[in-house]
């Protein structure tokens, strides 16, 4: 009894000495603490869906990046669709804590830029038996990608492809296997767990590469210097712990389920 007293004694005076608690949070986000939830841009929001229907993994993993910074904040997350270029207004007003955008040029000296580590581009999910082989072969041919894959629609415009966009990945990947669409895009990350599920075996054809990579990135208010210190040992923590790998295997393995419903399970909204 009196060793176990010593050693609470003991902890209390450790956690009272200078350098104690270096290692906890620092005082980050204070807006986004003073209202209860952490207000994060993203470049696009698909439409919700109409009432009744499926609910349906989104595009990108600009949902689930948010979600996992706002778990290591302590907050709920509410997105809003804002565009780069509208970040330094928006940061300024307070209308937001955070922007995910896939560029950072052009921003004023009031925004600072955050790399994530997570970079993609567009990749081709095509039947193993195609004899498409490289983006000059697709010209005129059918590409289909989710509307928030803009990058996708982008590149599949240069290759000369008719070009067809869904509300959300599952739609167009359902499109591509039931042989409404030659090609699905997706990004470069999630293709690989994706294809390796057994029914995907005979997708998992692909394109030779081609674009340009793109870097989410994060922009906040520059003289927040609290918050941008923690969310660049944060990144690298993700980075270390291999967070990127999870969360696109998840992603991959959320829009196979959700293909899967599509195409065998029935309908019950009719």
């Known amino acids: ?14 956690s009272l000495m200078p350098g104690a608690q270096a290692h906890a949070q620092p005082d980050t986000f204070p807006a986004a603490r003073a209202r209860g939830e952490l207000v994060v841009g993203v470049p696009y929001l698909a439409p919700p869906p109409a009432a009744g229907a499926k609910i349906r993994t989104p595009e990108g993993l600009d949902a689930a990046i948010s979600e996992k910074l706002g778990a290591s904040l302590g907050l709920p997350v509410r ?44 990749k081709a999910v095509i039947r193993s038996d195609t004899t498409l082989r490289k983006p000059a072969d697709v010209r005129g041919r059918t590409v289909c990608m989710a509307e928030a894959a803009t990058q996708a629609r982008a590149l599949a415009q240069t290759w000369g492809a008719e070009v067809r966009t869904y509300r959300v990945p599952s739609d167009a990947l359902v499109a591509v296997r039931e042989g409404s669409c030659d090609i699905g895009l997706v990004d470069d990350a999630v293709w690989e767990p994706l294809v390796r599920f057994p029914e995907w075996k005979k997708f998992s054809s692909t394109l030779s590469a081609d674009g340009a990579r793109r870097e989410r990135v994060w922009l906040l208010a520059a003289g927040d ?46």
């Open 1 to 14: 009894m009196i060793a176990r007293l010593r050693l609470f004694v003991l902890a209390a005076s450790l």
């Open 225 to 270: 210097t609290a918050s941008r210190a923690w969310l660049g040992q944060e990144m690298r923590a993700w980075d270390r712990a291999g967070a990127w790998k999870a969360m696109t295997t998840k992603w991959a393995r959320d829009v196979a389920f959700d293909v899967y419903l599509d195409q065998e399970v029935p309908d019950c909204h009719g």
């Open 79 to 122: 997105l809003v669709q804002l565009p780069a270029d509208e970040a330094a207004a928006a940061l300024a007003a307070g209308k937001v804590d955070l922007v995910l955008a896939d560029r950072a040029d052009g921003q004023p000296d009031a925004v600072a830029t955050q790399s994530t580590g997570y970079g993609v581009r567009p």
